[in-house]
């Protein structure tokens, strides 16, 4: 049984996720914006341990957490969370720019920092699920790219710096999938939203039980998952 910490647990990619680990009977950690949400996490998932953090204030994590009781081993570290913010450089400002930023890429940064200690302990593993945002860039997405661009040059620098210690970096390309955010992005661009032609979120979840399961010998370092309907 490992001990999984997983951000965006309550919904989506991250909700799939969470279900498959609980389901298995793994030792999960959820982090949470605030108490109220990690009430209704350790509701959701019984047995279920949380922590309190706001991802979109990356600065005070540290300290957040360190007034907690944190794993001393995680098996893996699992960055599910994110926000998307849609707009033309000409229109956004500089707080939708901050917001995506921190929460999709300094708090992973921040978070995994944190938790390395406990990640080199077990030889464990950390797993962003990016986005295809996270390789290619188009117009109205400068914002949410740019921050997805980052994730990826954290896992890229990550996976080479702890190679050493045993710890595994894997990041996860989904494109378009069926979740409540895909429905804010459909809002925002005027479009009507048919989830039934987009990625299901359990489809993604299995690739990242794929990549966590993969023996020791190998690592997964990136999928890329595409709508195939």
Same mark, same amino acid.
């Given at each position: 049984?490992?001990?999984?910490?997983?951000?965006?647990? $309550?919904?989506?990619?991250?909700?799939?996720?969470?279900?498959?680990?609980?389901?298995?009977?793994?030792?999960?950690?959820?982090?949470?914006?605030?108490?109220?949400?990690?009430?209704?996490?350790?509701?959701? *998932?019984? $047995?279920? %341990?949380?922590?309190?953090?706001?991802?979109?204030?990356?600065?005070?994590?540290?300290?957040?957490?360190?007034?907690?009781?944190?794993?001393?081993?995680?098996?893996?570290? @699992?960055?599910?969370?994110?926000?998307?913010?849609?707009?033309?450089?000409?229109?956004?400002?500089? /707080?939708?720019?901050?917001?995506?930023?921190?929460?999709? #890429?300094?708090?992973?940064?921040? =978070?995994?920092? @944190?938790?390395?200690?406990?990640?080199?302990?077990?030889? $464990?593993?950390?797993?962003?699920?990016?986005?295809?945002?996270?390789?290619?860039?188009?117009?109205?997405?400068?914002? *949410? #790219?740019?921050? /997805?661009?980052?994730? %990826?040059?954290?896992?890229? #620098? @990550?996976?080479?710096?702890?190679?050493?210690?045993?710890?595994?970096?894997?990041?996860? *390309?989904?494109?378009?999938? #069926?979740? !409540?955010?895909?429905?804010?992005?459909?809002?925002?661009?005027?479009?009507? *939203?048919?989830?039934?032609?987009?990625?299901?979120?359990?489809?993604?979840?299995?690739?990242?039980?794929?990549? =966590?399961? =993969? !023996?020791?010998?190998?690592?997964?370092?990136?999928?890329?998952?595409?709508?195939?309907?």
């Amino acid at each position: 049984m490992g001990v999984h910490l997983i951000t965006g647990a $309550g919904s989506g990619i991250g909700a799939a996720v969470t279900e498959r680990l609980a389901a298995r009977g793994e030792e999960l950690w959820l982090l949470a914006r605030d108490a109220k949400r990690a009430a209704v996490l350790r509701s959701r *998932y019984p $047995g279920a %341990r949380t922590l309190v953090g706001d991802l979109a204030d990356p600065a005070k994590l540290s300290w957040a957490l360190g007034h907690q009781e944190m794993p001393v081993e995680i098996d893996a570290l @699992l960055h599910i969370a994110g926000v998307v913010e849609l707009g033309t450089v000409g229109d956004l400002p500089v /707080k939708a720019w901050q917001h995506q930023l921190n929460v999709n #890429a300094v708090a992973p940064a921040e =978070l995994t920092r @944190l938790f390395l200690p406990s990640l080199r302990q077990a030889r $464990g593993q950390v797993l962003f699920v990016n986005s295809g945002a996270g390789l290619r860039a188009d117009a109205n997405w400068s914002a *949410y #790219a740019a921050s /997805k661009f980052a994730v %990826r040059a954290l896992a890229d #620098a @990550l996976r080479v710096e702890e190679q050493a210690n045993g710890v595994r970096v894997t990041t996860v *390309y989904p494109g378009r999938t #069926a979740t !409540p955010m895909q429905l804010k992005v459909h809002h925002q661009e005027g479009k009507e *939203y048919d989830p039934s032609r987009w990625i299901d979120p359990g489809s993604v979840a299995t690739a990242v039980l794929t990549a =966590l399961d =993969l !023996p020791r010998d190998a690592a997964i370092t990136e999928i890329t998952v595409r709508p195939g309907g």
